[in-house]
């Protein structure tokens, strides 16, 4: 079937630099898409979203791009801070989905003091 | 706004009992809920989606017999887990939209809960 994401790569960055987390998507119809974060023992928390005329998207200290055209989808987080350290997860949907969202494998990011 | 929240967090039972678990939207109404169930460093896998005042739709290869959801309101879907067995063993994870929002799609997440199967 379709799926979002490939392994779950760990990304180690110093506090204060930026950080990129990558992601694969491989349904074409998908219309939606979500990056969530994850911290130890808790539910997905939204951080941003962007639908698929669009191709970026800024929030606080966030900005996710899309790239329709090699499936691609990126978290960018502006001056890391320890408190950004947890599992991200990139989703997708699609109008035609019965609001299904399908989760990638997840990126780690561990944040350096 | 868009809490969902869920009850128990933690819960550890003996094979062959049977677990409810509730997941509750605390500031909205959710005609839609779902769930999911996530294994140590993996992804969330939809197990299904929970409609309110019909059936729940099942994921393919989930035994809908053994993994029972009912949504009686607008703010509150059950899952329980039938004669559990330590392969069921897992963190469970609702969500649900709030339509009334701006960015209707968005899904909120629980707290989750972790099931453990002695």
């Known amino acids: 079937g379709e799926s979002v994401g490939l392994h779950l790569p760990t990304l180690s960055v110093q506090e204060g630099d930026n950080s990129i987390i990558n992601c694969a998507y491989s349904?074409?119809?998908?219309?939606?898409f979500i990056w969530y974060k994850q911290e130890s023992g808790k539910g997905p928390q939204f951080i941003i979203d962007i639908r698929s005329n669009m191709d970026k998207r800024q929030g606080q200290r966030v900005t996710v791009l899309l790239n329709k055209t090699v499936k691609h989808l990126s978290l960018q987080i502006a001056a890391t801070q320890p408190g950004d350290s947890a599992v991200y997860f990139c989703?997708?949907?699609?109008?035609?989905?019965?609001?299904?969202?399908?989760f990638g494998t997840g990126t780690k990011l561990q944040v350096i003091p | 706004g868009a809490v969902v929240s869920q009850h128990p967090s933690r819960v550890i039972c003996k094979s062959g009992t049977s677990v409810k678990i509730e997941c509750r939207s605390l500031d909205f109404q959710a005609t839609t809920m779902f769930w999911y169930r996530q294994f140590p460093k993996k992804s969330l896998m939809l197990m299904a989606t929970s409609n309110e005042g019909s059936k729940a739709t099942y994921e393919q290869g989930v035994e809908k017999d053994k993994f029972l959801i009912n949504h009686a309101s607008l703010t509150l879907s059950t899952l329980t887990v039938t004669s559990a067995h330590p392969e069921d063993s897992s963190f469970y994870i609702c969500?649900?939209?709030?339509?009334?929002?701006?960015?209707?799609?968005?899904?909120?997440f629980g707290p989750g809960t972790r099931l453990t199967v002695l």
């Open positions: 969500s649900a939209r709030d339509v009334t929002r701006a960015g209707r799609d968005t899904q909120y």
């Open positions: 989703a997708e949907s699609y109008s035609g989905g019965y609001q299904k969202v399908t």
């Open positions: 349904n074409s119809a998908s219309d939606y």
